[in-house]
């Protein structure tokens, strides 16, 4: 752990922070707003869509000039978009809120490639360990994202928009931090643009299952974590059980940071990615066996662990698929299919939730488990049978 990789860490836990906030309040106040209840989750779903958009941009933005300059434009930009939140629910517009939410992907977009980054700020020996504790950074995140949005939902006259202007001001803390984080320099010129085409990369078997399970993973904690606060309000929970469940979640997703990577170091990803899968599986399992606030805190939570053994796992993995001068097109298709997957389900985490219930929610994301599971043991086929190829 060095100086630059533990400040990048903590951007880590304030873009976190960002995410968890907005997960627990778009839904809520995209709910009051909206002017049908099945609307409720399009902030959510516009903030994800927004990412997708941004992923070619923010791979531009990046190999021209460099990580330093890209992940400042994001936080500049999530400190407007935060404001345009807090307008949107003073004003009671919907439609401001989703497109401020849609600006706001842009951030997503670029500041999920900290985990990338926290590779290059390593010895090649210690990357794994460098992604696993800088994603553990979201436990700040975890506890600060739930307990910011309810402690600040009422300091202006519309709920949560009190909550936006805080965000607002994490994203100027995130910015003086950035400051002093220094990148390796970027190819230049004809290195930039060498190595192979994207459809040779994206052919590759560790490719194909980091991108798989890497956006499935991502998409199966995006429709439970989403719905939660809508199906916990159908329960009659307060906000403040919906928070704690929130926190814990997060906690779930981030705290094995601090050991993922050296399991994956010693078993490789793809066991590492399998105990997400059976993690994800036990939490389907005990959200379907009732509805009181224990089942959603101890469901949400192996829902953020299964989230993390794959994540972490499928961001190592997908590190063998592609060279330093690929890096940009490689990082930027695997976030858009992240990308893509979080705007489905956001949009039918609404839906579902709203219309089918908890239940059927719950028995729709074994699809996109039992995929996950197929891809990852067709990825050990093919590696028994042409390792190098693999």
């Known amino acids: 752990m060095n100086r630059h990789l533990l400040l990048l860490t903590i951007c ?195 490719f194909i299952v980091a991108a798989m399970a890497g956006a499935l993973g991502y998409g199966v904690m995006n429709l439970l974590m989403a719905a939660t606060p809508l199906a916990m309000q159908v329960c009659s929970f307060p906000f403040e059980d919906v928070a704690w469940v929130l926190e814990w979640h997060v906690i779930g997703m981030f705290a094995p940071g601090f050991f993922t990577g050296h399991l994956i170091r010693r078993f490789g990803p793809v066991p590492v990615m399998s105990v997400g899968l059976l993690l994800n599986l036990g939490c389907i399992a005990v959200a379907l066996s009732g509805v009181d606030l224990h089942r959603f805190l101890v469901a949400l939570f192996l829902l953020g662990m299964g989230w993390n053994f794959l994540f972490t796992g499928s961001t190592t993995l997908s590190l063998s698929a592609y060279t330093a001068q690929e890096r940009d097109r490689a990082q930027g298709a695997l976030n858009f299919c992240i990308f893509a997957t979080l705007a489905v389900t956001s949009l039918a985490s609404g839906v579902l939730v709203t219309t089918r219930g908890w239940q059927w929610l719950n028995l729709g994301s074994l699809l996109p488990v039992l995929l996950t599971g197929a891809g990852l043991l067709w990825l050990v086929r093919v590696q028994r049978l042409t390792p190098k190829a693999a």
């Open 12 to 206: 880590q836990g304030l873009f976190l922070t960002n995410n968890v906030a907005f997960m627990a309040m778009n839904g809520l106040v995209g709910l009051a707003l909206a002017p049908q209840a099945w609307m409720a989750t399009l902030p959510v779903m516009a903030y994800v869509v927004g990412g997708a958009l941004s992923t070619g941009f923010v791979a531009r933005t990046q190999r021209r000039f460099g990580r330093h300059i890209s992940f400042q434009i994001g936080l500049a930009v999530a400190f407007v978009s935060a404001l345009t939140c807090a307008a949107a629910a003073l004003m009671h517009a919907f439609w401001l809120l989703c497109g401020a939410t849609l600006v706001a992907g842009y951030y997503n977009a670029n500041a999920t490639l900290y985990r990338f980054a926290a590779a290059e700020l390593a010895a090649p020996a210690w990357r794994e360990k460098a992604v696993s504790l800088v994603m553990a950074g979201g436990l700040i995140g975890a506890v600060v994202g739930p307990n910011l949005a309810s402690a600040t939902r009422q300091w202006l006259d519309a709920p949560f928009a009190g909550a936006y202007v805080a965000l607002a001001a994490v994203a100027v803390l995130a910015m003086v931090l950035m400051q002093f984080i220094r990148f390796p320099a970027p190819p230049s010129g004809m290195e930039s643009h060498g190595g192979r085409p994207l459809s040779e990369i994206a052919r590759q078997p560790a």
